[in-house]
């Protein structure tokens, strides 16, 4: 059901999973539904993590699980989609041509002796008491690199990180780390990096170990998806029916055109002119923050400085035998066209007749020349020699997405601060921004929980 009360508390902007965090939060804090508005540009609900129709199945344009989530983060979106299952998840990764089971980050083992000497020779001159999460007084992600690893292996995760986002790690903001495979080093075995970490504080952050050993000495928390068959659709659907029959007004095509300020409120209008709403507090929920920009002084600094980078996105028809039990890999071998190959069917319960799929991530670059047929045999004979799946597919297709796994170039921060202090200079607390640095859900989820803390 949706309320036609003009009049709200909050005024929610985004239905994504920030927006719905947001308004779930507010609920749960005693806010009444009718309270709450959500507005939402697009013509469906859910934002990026709304699932696309590809050959009869619904597939993620990334991996969606709701991963190393606790059992409140669980509880909390479990309140809105009672399907969620646990996913065993068993990711693997390959650098240099070597295959690292139980481990999604580069494991530089395949290096020579003398350049893991080297990294370690960097390492031990960095002082004990730095502080490797810093990442204010850093301009770029190539600064936080050599200041976390030295300069070896800065060199080696920028060429990774350039290869996988077609991007110089120089040229985007050092929070880009956030949103990467590339946030911790391994370059020997699991004993060894143990060792390592325990020698010092700042070496335990930036120092990796495979998942299976990190298990066998701490509580690792659990990783989810729907289970209804829909992709992450399942959940989108099952979010909108729980706020709605709560009351919550959702109001989707609805791109706000202007804010005026009267007294302890705010008025809204569409681009058309007319009236939305009145609203008490209004929360910006969703990464175009341009728009606001735009609201707000008329300028568009922050898109020119948001990078959406492009990816072809393949997906393979395949029988369950012909898939080794996996749940993800991350390919980080550079002359490969591969970046993450996920077995979707298989932990979104999509299977067909005995036929599921897979997913292939292949950053833009790199296949220009080749045609569709050679191109699709490419990749799927790179993920066999992976050791993922086996024979030849039963169908194979792709579609080229323009902007996924959002960058912010340098000077981002500083203009987003700009205008976070022109916001609050113009509409005082009455509007509030979303933080942009974050990307993983149980970070979105536990900001929501916050936000709406202070809120109600």
Known sequence: MTSENTHHEFTVVGSGLRGIGLAKALLDRGVRGSDILMLEAAPFFGGSVVSVPLNGFLVDAGVHMFDAFSDPLYEFVADMDTSLDCVEVQSSSSYGGVVTPDFSLPNLTSLTDHEKQSIWSDLKSKPATLDSNSIDELSSLAELFQYRYGVGASQIFESIFDQIYRLPASQVEADAILRTSLGRLKFGSDEEMWKLKRSTEFLDDVIAVSKRSLASVQ????????????????????????????????????????????????????????????????????????????????????????????????????????????????????????????????????VKNGITFITCECPVGGFEDLDDGLFLKKVWDEISALNLVEGSPIWGEYRDIAKTFRMYRTGFRDAFHELCSEVNEVFGDKVSLCDPSLFFKKDIIAASMESANALA
């Not at 939305?276 to 898109?303: C, K, P, V, Y």
């Not at 890999?329 to 190959?341: A, E, G, K, W």
Request: include cysteine.
């Open 219 to 350: 509580n690792v928390s659990r990783t989810y998806y729907p289970s209804s068959g829909e992709g992450f659709n399942g959940f989108v659907k099952s979010c909108k029916h729980f706020l709605e029959g709560q009351g919550v007004s959702i109001k989707l095509k609805t791109s706000l055109g202007k804010i005026e300020s009267q007294g302890a409120r705010l008025r809204l209008f569409e681009n058309s002119g007319e009236s939305i709403a009145s609203t008490a507090n209004l929360m910006w929920e969703n990464d175009n923050f341009g728009a606001l920009e735009l609201l707000t002084r008329d300028t568009n600094q922050l898109s020119s400085l948001a990078y959406g980078t492009p990816m072809r996105f393949v997906i393979f028809g395949v029988r369950l035998d012909q898939v080794r039990d996996f749940t993800y890999h991350q390919n980080f071998n550079s002359d490969d066209l591969t970046y993450r190959t996920a077995y979707a069917g298989q932990y979104s319960g999509q």
